[in-house]
T-cell receptor, first 114, second 110 residues
Framework: GQQLNQSPQSMFIQEGEDVSMNCTSS?????WLWYKQDPGEGPVLLIA?????ELTSNGRLTAQFGITRKDSFLNISASIPSDVGIYFC??????????????FGKGTLLTVNP | DVKVTQSSRYLVKRTGEKVFLECVQD?????MFWYRQDPGLGLRLIYF???????EKGDIPEGYSVSREKKERFSLILESASTNQTSMYLC?????????FGQGTRLTVV
């Protein structure tokens, strides 16, 4: 299946630092989503992006839909211990009959040291 | 808020058993999905359904089947469970491209 390249795989930061992670793809997407997953739980939707160039914020989180439609980034400002978890990007393909199918990156494991 | 509910958080089954994983959503979403999640492999799509009684294979359908008799319910069936199906199973439903997940079912096949 389709693959999204998500980086970095893991990050270890100090409380208060800013964080940036990104996803790239060889395919064009018409929707980018960012999720956070706590241990033993299902992923929770953080931000949804629908237009190329769109920049959207949700509290301390900011995400952007790349102009080429092939990438997206997520920034977390002033990290706190509860930001710990795995962050996933997901893209919805523009072309093809299965355009309701999402493809996921492999996740970024974030650890925040108090 | 959208609510996607999976019937069990934890299951332990024996090799060869038939296993049913149930998922219910309360937002009248047309699209529903089953994923499995394994360390280092991320989320992999098993099956999805875009309408009642409609289904399509995802990336790893082998060993699984699904049932969607009602819009709100999407069931994943392991016809004969094997140890390599030990995993975290996640159900999701979607609207306007946004997918909402259940809490997950941790299945162990012994």
């Amino acid at each position: 299946g389709q693959q999204l390249n998500q980086s970095p795989q893991s990050m270890f930061i100090q409380e208060g630092e800013d964080v940036s992670m990104n996803c790239t793809s060889s395919s064009i997407f018409n929707t980018w989503l960012w999720y956070k997953q706590d241990p033993g739980e299902g992923p929770v939707l953080l931000i949804a992006l629908y237009k190329a160039g769109e920049l959207t914020s949700n509290g301390r989180l900011t995400a952007q839909f790349g102009i080429t439609r092939k990438d997206s980034f997520l920034n977390i400002s002033a990290s706190i211990p509860s930001d710990v978890g795995i962050y996933f990007c997901a893209g919805q393909l523009l072309s093809g009959g299965s355009n309701y199918k999402l493809t996921f990156g492999k996740g970024t494991l974030l650890t925040v040291n108090p | 808020d959208v609510k996607v509910t999976q019937s069990s958080r934890y299951l332990v089954k024996r090799t060869g058993e038939k296993v049913f994983l149930e998922c219910v959503q309360d937002m009248d979403h047309e699209n529903m999905f089953w994923y499995r999640q394994d360390p280092g492999l991320g989320l992999r799509l098993i099956y999805f359904s875009y309408d009642v009684k409609m289904k399509e294979k995802g990336d790893i359908p082998e060993g699984y089947s699904v049932s969607r008799e009602k819009k709100e319910r999407f069931s994943l069936i392991l016809e004969s469970a094997s140890t390599n199906q030990t995993s975290m199973y996640l159900c999701a439903s979607s609207l306007d491209g946004r997918a909402f997940f259940g809490q997950g079912t941790r299945l162990t096949v012994v």
